[in-house]
């Protein structure tokens, strides 16, 4: 184990007090930061400490390019700041958001992670990257907390400085198959990536926990521009009548309208074929897009991690929006990314005035969310509280402290709750084949 890692590590060969892990930098961090500056910027109240210095963070996520972007949640960030100055700062204290595009490339997010250590950020927050094996190492050698990641990577429910406010991925497919276990045969269209290998065991554990059996997996260009070849086969897959009826999951990110243009012109054939989703990839305006009420997502089953848009407990988040980002079109209220980011700086906040007029710093930051800090984000996730060794450890998820999902349903064209509440998908993810 290498930098200031948390000392609830289950690596023995890591293990170090708190006060011992605040001198220590691998060799490697250390050539690195002596490349960016002097004391590396992790000397605890660099920025943010204790007295009228802005708190300072960062939030990043890839914007205009080819594949998944997520320009909300970096769009929100400094709409959130804005509002929290306007109101007086936390605790007395000016927020300074940070933002950087990691481009969906691994060097990018690197450059950003390194960006945050040589700025003396106190913690990333709300942020969204594929490439956690590129950034990871220079937070973690900075001891610098990464909260309310997207949940896209396996390295976002292990690493000890990472704090999900979400399931990720993980808990989306495993609801969303638990919610087709009644359905014909499932096919799953993901990307040909590493982050998209991980996709059909989760999904396959919801579907063995209704009895049904595993989905078929097919592999895709995650930046294509058409996919009639793969939307074929998928239907084909799911049925050998016309008349059954099986279900089409796309799991590809930006690239699902452009999946849903070639599955609806091959679906003639195959009109009772279902498709069904997790949320992030499909909301409302997708929805409206593609023909509401007569579009191929009509009837299909969504997965989310909260409540739908229109519920009021998303009230808070929709005043910041409209008194600091009125009319700023990246951000989307109904966006899981601009959501996460929201709950993410909900927790930032919380945990800042938790240590009331001490130092704020990266260290007493992760310091209060591993002393068992509570965080109450009014009912759109429940009670958050990390430990390194939660229930989800035993299948490689350590970090992940909320297996919460929603059910949601396309009806008359109209994304509305299918079930009241949470599905936990905890037990499903326990009994998930999953390998890393």
């Known amino acids: 184990m290498t930098g200031r890692r948390r000392t609830r590590s289950t690596s023995l060969s890591g293990l170090l007090t708190r006060h011992a892990r605040r001198g220590v930098l691998s060799a490697g961090t250390a050539v690195a930061c002596a490349s960016l500056l002097t004391g590396c910027g992790v000397v605890p109240g660099t920025t943010g400490g204790a ?21 909300g949640m970096p769009a929100f960030a400094r709409a959130y700041a804005r509002w929290v100055n306007a109101n007086g700062g936390i605790n007395g204290r000016e927020l300074k ?13 690197a450059k950003c992670a390194r ?42 429910f292990t690493s000890p400085l990472s704090y999900p406010v979400n399931g990720g991925q993980p808990a989306l497919l495993a ?7 009644d359905c014909g045969p499932v096919a799953l269209i993901r990307p040909d990536t590493i ?24 592999r895709a260009p995650e930046d294509a521009t058409e996919y009639d070849g793969q939307a074929e086969r998928a239907l084909r897959s799911t049925t050998t009548d016309p008349r059954d009826e099986g279900c089409v999951v796309p799991a590809l990110g930006d690239r699902n309208g452009t999946f849903m243009d070639s599955f609806r012109r091959a679906r003639e054939d195959y009109p009772d074929v279902r498709t069904a989703a997790v949320l992030g990839s499909v909301d409302q305006t997708v929805i409206d897009a593609t023909g509401g009420a007569s579009g191929p997502y009509e009837g ?35 966006d ?52 390194f060794q939660d229930e989800l450890a035993s299948v490689g998820f350590p970090r992940l402290v909320n297996a919460n999902v929603t059910l949601q349903v396309v009806r008359e064209g109209r994304l509305v709750s299918a079930r009241k509440g949470f599905v936990d998908t905890t037990r499903t993810l326990q009994d998930a084949d999953v390998t890393y």
Not at 134 to 147: C, H, W
Not at 175 to 181: F, H, I, K, Q
Not at 307 to 323: L, T
Not at 338 to 353: C, D, K, L, N, S
């Open 336 to 387: 899981a990314g601009v959501q996460t980011t929201w709950i993410a700086y909900t927790v930032f906040h919380r945990v800042v005035e938790s240590l009331g007029g001490g130092e704020v710093s990266a260290d007493t930051v992760a310091e209060a969310l591993d002393d068992g800090l509570e965080v109450d984000t009014g009912g759109l996730t429940p009670t958050l509280q990390w430990r």
């Open 300 to 334: 299909s089953y969504i997965t989310g991690w909260y409540p739908v848009a229109s519920d009021p407990r998303w009230d808070g988040m929709k005043r910041v929006i409209k008194e600091e980002a009125f009319g700023d079109n990246r951000i989307d209220p109904a």
């Open 51 to 71: 007295g009228d210095d802005p708190i300072t963070v960062m939030t990043w996520a890839p914007e205009k390019t080819r594949a998944t972007n997520k320009p």
């Open 175 to 181: 609801g969303l198959g638990r919610a087709l276990a």
């Open 115 to 156: 960006k945050a250590a040589k700025e003396s950020v106190v913690a990333v927050v709300g942020s969204y990257s594929q490439y956690a094996d590129s950034f990871f190492p220079s937070l973690e050698g900075a001891g610098i907390p990464y909260i309310g990641g997207y949940g896209i990577t396996n390295a976002e």
């Open 195 to 218: 982050a998209g290998d991980q996709l059909p065991p989760l999904l396959d554990s919801g579907l063995k926990s209704g009895g049904h059996e595993p989905a078929r997996d097919q």
């Open 97 to 109: 958001v940070l933002t950087c595009n990691d481009h969906n490339d691994s060097v990018a997010a």
